[in-house]
């Protein structure tokens, strides 16, 4: 049953890939598939972990920055290309999930993407991962780690590769990054600076995320590796529409709002996860935890002003 929900998806996503550049709905790509829109929506929305409208919202938003910058297309061309009835209806929603307008994100000529191609995985998804399961990582693991960057890159709005995976090395050397694999591929991966108590970068493979991955690395922190301090993070704001979800993840699993911040001109906001009662602390102290885009650390898909080096 698992193969067939993603092969429908799958094909789903084939169909929106094809189409950017017309409008694209629930309905149209049900009839397209000849597909139940109401179970497509189900599936679809459970196991990519964003809606039809959302997926190819900003699939279309990104091929339009791609084109911003890599093309010298007016901007009422792309507008239209990207699906959308006028120049201010494509720039009221590219200003509200790039937080710049088009003519402003051509200027920078900085391409980054909203939303990559989604890549299913076909096997049965194991539901009985632990803590236990994520280990540190290896230099062997980093191009998994880099692919699933790219999956999961609704977590930030900016991403320079090679600065990125060059501070990857240096945190995978410094025990400061975990990863989570099953079935050979990475379907988790977090950076973490032990001193800070600080989550400086966490990606979860879309088709995993409901099944509490990131809950298991909270635990890992703050079991053994965190042990008796504030774990802290950044994320989106309330109400900014380029949240996939994070924020409100962050809360259901008790992280606590702080103050916000601009972090490389882009609003955020620190949460704060309190610690556990130390009394419970199975090893009596953390002295074990000897232990990780664009320039500067990442944080939960946050860009920081610290250095990655110093802290993904």
């Known amino acids: 049953m698992q193969g067939q929900t993603v092969r429908i998806v799958s094909q789903a996503i084939r169909y929106i890939e094809e189409h950017l550049h017309e409008k694209i709905d629930l309905d149209i790509v049900a009839s397209a598939l ?3 829109k109401y179970h497509l929506h189900r599936i679809f929305t459970k196991t990519v972990g964003l809606t039809i409208h959302d997926y190819a919202k900003r699939r279309q938003l990104t091929e339009a920055a791609k084109l911003l910058v890599f093309s010298a297309k007016p901007i009422i061309e792309i507008a239209l290309m990207s699906g959308y009835e006028s120049q201010q209806a494509f720039t009221d929603i590219f200003k509200a999930m790039y937080k710049t307008s088009p003519a ?4 920078t ?3 980054y993407p909203l939303q990559l191609k989604i890549y299913l995985k076909e096997e049965p998804v194991k539901m009985d991962l632990t803590k236990d399961d994520i280990t540190f990582a290896t230099p062997e693991d980093a191009d998994d780690w880099m692919k699933l960057v790219s999956l999961s890159i609704d977590g930030y709005p900016c991403l320079d590769k090679e600065d990125y995976a060059a501070n990857l090395h240096r945190y995978i050397a410094d025990k400061k990054a ?3 694999r099953y079935v050979g591929s990475a379907i988790g991966v977090m950076g973490f600076s032990q001193g800070t108590g600080s989550i400086d970068f966490l990606a979860v493979h879309p088709q995993y995320r409901h099944l509490g991955i990131t809950k298991l690395f909270l635990d890992k922190l703050a079991d053994e590796l965190l042990y008796g301090k504030e774990i802290t993070l950044t994320t989106y704001r309330a ?6 979800g994070w924020r ?3 809360c259901r699993l008790g992280f606590a709002e702080r103050e916000l911040l601009v972090e490389y001109g882009y609003p955020t906001q620190r949460f704060v996860l309190p610690p556990k009662n130390t009394e419970e602390n199975p090893f009596g102290d953390t002295s074990m935890s000897k232990n990780m885009g664009r320039k500067g650390e990442i944080r939960n898909g946050r860009n920081t002003k610290k250095p990655l080096s110093g802290g993904v």
């Open 178 to 180: 975990l990863i989570l």
């Open 248 to 250: 409100e993840e962050y």
């Open 109 to 111: 000529g900085n391409f």
């Open 34 to 36: 000849h597909y139940s």
């Open 104 to 107: 402003g994100f051509r200027e």
């Open 239 to 244: 109400g900014d529409k380029a949240d996939t």
